[in-house]
């Protein structure tokens, strides 16, 4: 049974169609993350949500908004595709803090053409 | 502005022998620090942490070290082993308010059977 699931795996798309990520946490996590894993293998958060609130929002484009249903699901959708957002985009969660680490999904790989 | 860094990109060693995995860190605010492993196409996987009242935390084959007046942690590997390839990312977060993991680009360790 997969603790942190991301669907799909592999995502390609055209320039200017919407998308969407779906990420679910099988674990009781009260905490859920993105990441994105750009070109130079950098992982930078975008977004934290902690029981369905968001915490963290990083300097992101409003093309990008997560949306969680309820605290064991935070997907991500994404307007208006432009070739920058090919990359890796990691979902993950965590208890509390996460002081004892995240547990990330395995990826979706966006390419946009 | 990158907060966390590991400057050698990738990092060659003979199956026995030690790996040495350096991170270095600019933020002074940040106590507590993790290093992952990641295999192609999967998610990373937390492997060990340390927090800044320690100098060292060990976990079987894997020695965590940080010199905090140096801002600077290594991850030992003894004795290596080829299933111990995989990138590397060290991290760090600031316990206190936002928790949000600072990532560094990663290492990818080749350990030659």
């Known amino acids: 049974d997969t603790a942190v699931s991301q669907t799909p795996k592999y995502l390609v798309t055209q320039m200017g169609n919407d998308k969407s990520i779906k990420c679910e946490q099988n674990l009781g996590h009260d905490t859920m993350y993105w990441y994105k894993q750009d070109s130079k293998k950098f992982l930078k958060i975008m977004f934290s949500?902690?029981?369905?609130?968001?915490?963290i929002n990083e300097t992101v484009p409003n093309r990008f908004s997560p949306k969680s249903p309820d605290k064991a699901h935070l997907n991500l959708h994404i307007n208006s595709l432009e070739l920058g957002d090919s990359a890796v985009y990691f979902c993950?969660?965590?208890?509390?803090?996460?002081?004892?680490?995240?547990?990330f999904g395995s990826g979706t790989r966006l390419t946009v053409v | 502005d990158q907060q966390v860094k590991q400057n050698s990109p990738s990092l060659s060693v003979q199956e026995g022998r030690i790996s040495i995995l350096n991170c270095d860190y600019t933020?002074?605010?940040?106590?507590?620090f993790l290093w992952y492993k990641k295999y192609p196409a999967e998610g990373p996987t937390f492997l060990i942490s340390i927090s800044s009242i320690k100098d060292k935390n060990e976990d079987g084959r894997f020695t965590v070290f940080l010199n905090k007046s140096a801002k600077h942690l290594s991850l030992h590997i003894v004795p290596s082993q080829p299933g111990d390839s995989a990138v590397y990312f060290c991290a760090a977060s600031a316990r206190t308010g936002a928790n949000n993991l600072f990532f560094g680009t990663g290492t990818r360790l080749t350990v030659i059977p």
């Open positions: 949500y902690n029981n369905k609130e968001l915490i």
């Open positions: 993950a969660s965590s208890q509390g803090s996460g002081n004892y680490g995240y547990t």
């Open positions: 933020n002074s605010m940040f106590d507590y």
